[in-house]
């Protein structure tokens, strides 16, 4: 039965990998044809380097991401630590208003956005589409997660710590710096990371409040492909995915070695 | 007197959402003593505390300190410490870090804090855990860094509510111990909260008796246990036998259909009150000369004496007697004058 399970495994590892092994292949293939092996290149990568749309939109999907989930956290910490304290009713009224944009359709959000924006603008306001309104969309979105990370943090910790912090002479701020912050910190990272990897990898609502002078990475792959799939994206998609790959095995070695040294304390306890 | 009371509360109300907790309560709380409010969960005694500690802000009344009125201070201004139930230890700190924390708040040199930090984990026997993690400590150890935690602020007065309830029973009398003595040393006043009666009459110089946000006696452990004002307070300390009677005359009280010698005087005539009478004041005598007779219904091994059921036309007396009589026995016992407490039936049957 074992090699049963480890086949079906090695099964499902395959359907999973197999596109990806497949691109980052092709993306050292020295033909354009994406049908055939002609020899190994780095062309398609030097190309890469050198396409001005590309970078471009690479830096603004890096800086929207960054500010909009910067902000994101800053919002959703602070709304989550006020939904804590409100009344039992109170919050789980605003909980339901929180998980909408999730639940939601991304087309929804995209569009009603969209016509937000636009309905701002007849009013006369001046927004342009670009940079300004994807960041505002990417914070739209964003805050739920942030707010639904640092809320069990908040609901875990003792009340009676930040009564602590002010029975020790802190004032209200201080308490809160002090205190309440380190104690819902992996909360609020953990908010953070997921807003800038959601903000990196949105396409649909972006492509809906993205103007010709701003766009991001997804959206100019999607106009890219739509004329003529060239293996530099083969190329860019690579590199985002052993950047990602990187990442991801950084933080998994990172907590098995965390839960290492806590098992190690816990004995040491024992 | 006035200048000797650190803390006074004067008619103080607290509602929470609506429901009273406390209704004109008035407390005087004097310097340099153990004070322990003591009563059952839900009496009142942790919002007390609370109130002295500046997290809950009174509907009405007073709270002073030392003379001054101190309502509108928050409690980072206040200069009382808190021993949390839950020992509310920050847990991103280690052990240094966490008595510290007032310190560093106060701004002072960093080699008198150090100092001061290493005195107070010496009082409370933890020197050598200073770079401890919380997460690697037990629940006495938690316990300990708590109180020095609060300590080392060197406040006036020290509230500590239920701070030893986590702990087993052999740890509690320890720290009990423990207690009293970093008291007595420090010379500062601790108000303490439990709902064990023992505990009170352990560590307290006086002790506040509360149910339902109201105060029902204060006095010393031996007041408190040998002359409780009311049934509730002799039933809640310590085992009690409370049955109905009337106060015949001064000295003269009926109970059990029977007519007993007393050494209480001054109730109105034939005045309907509780009397009590502690299990370890009824002796077991011979049946044939005893004022009160039943057979043993029920014995209970206590270690240090049987603990009896003896039902007596009626009335179920608890006994306490190193000696044991079999159930179904047929006995008699007595009860000396100064033993029967006669108290005023209570306006509000709890």
Known sequence: ?270 | MKEENIVSLRNISVDFDGDPILTGLDLDIRDKEFVTLLGPSGCGKTTTLRTIGGFITPKSGDVFFDGVRINDLPPHKRHVNTVFQRYALFPHLNVFENVEFGLKLQKLPEHERRQRVQEMLELVNLSGFEHRNIDQLSGGQQQRVAIARALVNRPRVLLLDEPLGALDLKLRKEMQIELKRMQQSLEITFVYVTHDQEEALTMSDTVVVMNDGDILQVGTPQDIYNEPKNAFVADFIGESNIVDGVMYEDFLVEFAGRKFECVDKGFGSLERVDVVIRPEDLKIVDAKTAPLTGVVESVIFKGVHYEMIVDAHGYKWMVHSTACEEPGTFVGMEVRPFDIHIMHKMEVEG
């Not at chain 1, 991304?106 to 956005?113: A, D, K, Q, R, Y």
């Not at chain 1, 636009?118 to 309104?133: D, H, L, N, R």
């Not at chain 1, 052993?242 to 070695?257: F, G, K, P, Y």
């Open chain 1, 1 to 270: 039965m074992k090699w049963l399970s480890k086949s079906y495994v090695g099964v499902v590892m395959t359907f999973l990998y197999a596109p990806i092994i497949v691109l980052i292949v092709f993306s050292f293939n020295q033909s354009k044809s994406r049908g055939a092996w002609t020899g190994f290149t780095l062309d398609w990568y030097r190309q890469l380097f050198h396409n001005e749309t590309i970078l471009q939109s690479l830096m603004n999907t890096l800086v929207i991401a960054v500010v909009s989930s910067v902000i994101a956290t800053l919002l959703g910490t602070l709304a989550a630590i006020g939904i804590v304290n409100m009344k039992r009713w109170q919050r789980n009224l605003v909980m339901n208003i929180t998980y909408m944009p999730i639940i939601n359709p991304e087309i929804v959000v995209g569009v009603s956005l969209m016509l937000l924006f636009v309905w701002i603008k007849s009013m006369g306001v001046a927004v342009e589409f670009g940079f300004v309104t994807l960041v505002l969309a990417h914070i739209t979105f964003n805050v739920p997660y942030v707010i639904l990370n640092v809320m069990p943090k908040l609901r875990q910790m003792d009340t009676s710590l930040y009564e602590a912090a002010q029975d020790l002479g802190c004032n209200p701020r201080q308490a809160f710096f002090k205190v309440v912050v380190p104690e819902i910190l992996p909360g609020i990272i953990s908010g953070f990371l997921m807003s800038f990897t959601y903000s990196l990898d949105d396409f649909i609502i972006s492509y809906f409040v993205s103007g010709p002078t701003s766009q991001t990475l997804p959206i100019t792959i999607y106009s890219m492909t739509r004329r003529k799939v060239s293996p530099e994206i083969n190329a860019l998609s690579a590199i985002i995915f052993v950047v990602v790959l990187v990442v991801l095995l950084a933080v998994n070695i990172h907590d098995a070695h965390k839960e290492r040294e806590s098992r190690m304390k816990a004995r040491a306890r024992a």
